[in-house]
T-cell receptor, first 115, second 116 residues
Framework: GENVEQHPSTLSVQEGDSAVIKCTYS??????FPWYKQELGKRPQLIID?????GEKKDQRIAVTLNKTAKHFSLHITETQPEDSAVYFC??????????????FGSGTRLSIRP | KAGVTQTPRYLIKTRGQQVTLSCSPI?????VSWYQQTPGQGLQFLFE???????NKGNFPGRFSGRQFSNSRSEMNVSTLELGDSALYLC???????????????FGPGTRLTVL
């Protein structure tokens, strides 16, 4: 069945360093890849997303890259800050003018920023 | 626009009871998905409703059911509760099949269910 694998499950980086989280998907029809951040006790919030017709997207300190051939995509956070500490989820879905939109989430990465 | 709302926020039940959770999507959103979140288990997909029809279903037993009303509000029901059903239940809304190719899901605050 469809699957999204996310690594690592936990990540600890020094404040100011970069953090990278990687995901691999199995459904080659996937064309939309969002990333969610969930702070402790809060709901998941969309932080960035990318569509299959784009290889990279940046938003300030956050960037996402997509390699469709290898079926993997990554989240890059530069100049990490304490408020970046959270659980991050990647996801993959395929829906474009179709009747079914199924989104599969990765298992999450707990990112801790060391002061 | 008001965000996704869920009621109740907290619930305590005992084994064998049943429970109904409610989710009101963002105005204009027609798709509502439900997820179970437990420590270390990430987001487990339960089901998705679109235009009052269940469109996708995860691997959960039949004790878990849902429905969607004409105003897109959705309810989730769990019958014969078990201790293992204790979790945070999140719903998420999206535009759904709108021809716009937009799948962004917006999550509600969740309902924390504790089964004793």
């Amino acid at each position: 069945g469809e699957n999204v694998e996310q690594h690592p499950s936990t990540l600890s980086v020094q404040e100011g360093d970069s953090a990278v989280i990687k995901c691999t998907y199995s459904d080659s029809a996937s064309n939309y890849f969002p990333w969610y951040k969930q702070e402790l006790g809060k709901r998941p919030q969309l932080i960035i997303d990318i569509r299959s017709n784009v290889g990279e997207k940046k938003d300030q300190r956050i960037a996402v890259t997509l390699n469709k051939t290898a079926k993997h995509f990554s989240l890059h956070i530069t100049e990490t800050q304490p408020e970046d500490s959270a659980v991050y989820f990647c996801a993959a879905s395929h829906s474009l003018y179709s009747s079914a939109s199924k989104i599969i989430f990765g298992s999450g990465t707990r990112l801790s920023i060391r002061p | 626009k008001a965000g996704v709302t869920q009621t109740p926020r907290y619930l305590i039940k005992t084994r064998g009871q049943q429970v109904t959770l409610s989710c009101s999507p963002i105005s204009g959103h027609r798709s509502v998905s439900w997820y179970q979140q437990t420590p270390g288990q990430g987001l487990q997909f339960l089901f998705e409703y679109f235009s009052e029809t269940q469109r996708n279903k995860g691997n959960f037993p039949g004790r878990f059911s849902g429905r969607q009303f004409s105003n897109s509000r959705s309810e989730m029901n769990v019958s014969t509760l078990e201790l293992g059903d204790s979790a945070l239940y999140l719903c998420a809304s999206s535009l759904g099949w709108s021809g716009l190719g937009t799948d962004t899901q917006y999550f509600g605050p969740g309902t924390r269910l504790t089964v004793l």
